[in-house]
């Protein structure tokens, strides 16, 4: 959990922009679509532009000397591969020097099931991997399909695994209502982890209003859409 030195509603539009995941990740995206994209989150001072992991070469020139880097996201966003796959492509993804953290999509249908020792097995082998190249590890929880039960119990499984952040939803989950990070979501998150790894909102951030409520509540990151960055940061009156 971030402590804030300010209330969210005193920061600038670049202290607010270094809350902020850039997600470029819907698989219709052309090339252009996605090159544009990543320039506008570098240009607002975004911490991370948020991409599949195919577009790694394509995007790494556009956050070269800047304060943005790249996040690709592995396994998503269905968290359903091997981990031998899973730890192919973390491996894949940490050898790039403009990726300093990766997002995983944890295998919710385990979750689901009960089986938390497999779960926990499966994100260390990935936080290691990521660790062994200096590279942090996100773990999504797709927490709109789980319950509250389930959901402190996948924290204490990062935690036992050494992830270094856990995150709320994909944002692609059909089947379930979708609130993605509602307060009450991240404040069971919270409970659960305290300082032992850092929080990641995404999923329905979409609201300005939701956004400085979260930061305000200690979170150390959000996933925003690109359609929502500009409404968050205020830039849209």
Do not use: W
């Not at 600038?12 to 090159?35: G, H, N, R």
């Not at 999509?105 to 660790?131: M, P, Q, W």
């Not at 307060?183 to 209003?209: F, H, N």
């Amino acid at each position: 959990m971030k402590k804030i030195d300010k209330k969210a509603e005193e920061m600038d539009l670049k202290e607010l922009a270094l809350y902020i995941d850039y997600s470029v990740l819907k698989p219709e995206f052309t090339k252009e679509e996605i090159i544009s994209l990543t320039k506008d989150g570098v240009r607002l001072g975004c911490a991370t532009i948020c991409i599949n992991p195919g577009y790694l070469e394509l995007c790494s020139p556009f956050v070269k000397d800047s304060v943005t880097t790249l996040c690709p996201v592995c396994d998503f966003p269905f968290g359903t591969s091997s981990t031998e796959s899973r730890l192919k492509q973390i491996e894949t993804a940490a050898k790039y020097d403009t990726v300093k953290e990766i997002d995983i999509v944890a295998n919710f249908g385990l979750i689901r099931s009960g089986d938390y020792e497999a779960v926990t097995k499966d994100l260390k082998a990935c936080a290691d991997t990521a660790h062994k190249y200096g590279k942090e590890l996100k773990v999504i929880f797709e927490t709109d399909a789980l319950n509250e039960e389930q959901i402190r119990k996948t924290c204490r499984c990062c935690i036992n695994a050494g992830v270094d952040f856990i995150k709320t939803s994909t944002g692609f989950l059909t089947g379930f209502e979708a609130h993605g990070a509602t307060p009450e979501v991240i404040k069971i998150m919270m409970e659960e982890v305290g300082d032992k790894c850092k929080i990641k909102g995404s999923g329905c951030i979409r609201t300005r209003e939701h956004f400085l409520t979260l930061i305000n509540m200690g979170i150390d990151r959000m996933g925003i859409g690109y359609k929502s960055v500009p409404v968050v940061l205020g830039m849209e009156k």
